[in-house]
């Protein structure tokens, strides 16, 4: 992609933090990027708005139930903006020639077919959905390769890896690759004060303004255990050249450590506009509207190692590595469905590691031939993390 052209943008997940994140960028580069592509869950009000305001050829609703609603209130616009629906819809609009950059933002499973189909049309992905490469990583990665796509990860950690790689050019001499945890709401705490945590509390993130589900992850440390297997695809190390460090202060992303003992680190204030803005503009760096560090006020940073005994849900991510196979992909549908269940009333905090834990002993393995096998072990995953609950 030619630096410095007008890119176009698919955005999948427009209503969510990312989505927002992403369309202030727009609103501040209009000479650079231009919305071709929006998608909603379930917000039409919402995604009827945003294509009043960014005029694109297309937008999606993904529940097809609300189809009818997004067309009539398009055509009550008078807006020449063509609806979508369902996970079909998804994935015609990420594939669509209209736009060259797909920002894959959807929550949870629903956002991987979607990326696969950006990837097979040869589509730059800036990849928030981490599902996507949990889930499928090794099928993922394999598929970019063959169609030419590019991969541009959005998580900070994983942003800040990729930046001190291009800096050194590449991964050679690396020794392994440090994650930082900002240790979420419950830093310090023991399993005993998380007992009755409830989900207001859990979704109060110290540093991050997240969704609820992701906060409810960083909260149990299995966001950190996703980010241990995006990794692992991501940047071909194995797991046990991945490490994570707690951070409170949030503000050395990730850092990569080489054989001749120099680290190099990223570091940036906690803004998700710093990731999206470096895969929107590569190889340019652009104006992202997050204020400049103020060494002076920063203090000191601190570094600790994390407690797998209080937050089981990390080692959990690193057995799943282990395992191989459609084990990622059982741990995250059991994930998604015990947290969905948290966030409802119905489970307690602490009893979202063992379901996780029950579903990838009860699972059986299989091999990651293709995705069809791993979307059949997540659906499996689901109904008996759904039955351990019930």
């Known amino acids: 992609m030619r630096p410095g052209a007008m890119k176009s943008l698919c955005l999948l997940g427009a209503t969510g933090s990312i989505g927002q994140s992403t369309l202030k960028l727009v609103d501040q580069h209009p000479d650079r990027f231009l919305i071709r592509a929006l998608s909603a869950h379930t917000q039409v009000d919402a995604l009827i708005d945003l294509c009043r305001r960014y005029r694109p050829l297309q937008a999606c609703i993904a529940d097809p139930v609300l189809f009818t609603a997004l067309r009539d209130g398009l055509r009550a616009e008078g ?92 991964r050679a001499g690396v020794r392994r690759l440090i994650l930082t945890a900002s240790g979420g709401p419950f830093l310090g705490k023991t399993r005993t004060d998380l007992a009755a945590i409830t989900p207001e509390q859990a979704c109060r993130h110290p540093k991050w303004s997240m969704g609820r589900k992701i906060s409810v992850d960083s909260a149990t440390l299995m966001n950190k255990g996703l980010e241990v297997i995006e990794a692992h695809h991501l940047f071909g190390m194995p797991a046990d050249a991945i490490e994570v460090v707690v951070h409170p202060q949030s503000i050395v992303h990730s850092m990569v450590d080489y054989c001749d003992g120099s680290v190099l680190a990223q570091l940036g204030e906690p803004d998700m506009r710093t990731a999206l803005a470096y895969g929107l503009s590569y190889p340019d760096r652009i104006n992202s509207g997050v204020k400049a560090l103020d060494f002076g006020q920063l203090g000191h940073l601190e570094f600790q190692s994390p407690d797998t005994d209080t937050f089981p849900c990390l080692g959990l991510a690193y057995a799943a590595i282990s395992r191989g196979g459609n084990a990622p992909a059982v741990l995250n549908a059991a994930n998604e469905v015990a947290v969905t269940a948290f966030l409802e009333g119905r489970l307690p905090f602490l009893a979202i590691a063992d379901i996780v834990a029950q579903s990838l002993d009860a699972v059986p393995w299989e091999p990651a031939v293709d995705l069809s096998v791993l979307m059949a072990s997540d659906a499996e995953a689901r109904r008996y993390a759904n039955h351990r609950i019930h």
Do not use: W
Request: aromatic letters at 4%; glycine letters at 10%.
């Open 79 to 170: 807006l020449a903006t063509t609806p979508l629906a369902g996970a079909e819809g998804l994935q015609d609009m990420a594939a669509d020639p209209g736009s060259d950059t797909v920002i894959a933002a959807i929550v949870g499973a629903a956002g991987v077919a979607s990326t696969f189909s950006a990837a097979r049309a040869g589509k730059r992905i800036l990849l928030a959905n981490k599902e996507s490469i949990v889930l499928a990583g090794q099928l993922l990665m394999k598929t970019v390769a063959d169609y030419g796509a590019e991969l541009f990860p959005v998580d900070s950690e994983h942003n800040a890896i990729f930046q001190c790689l291009s800096a050194h050019g590449g």
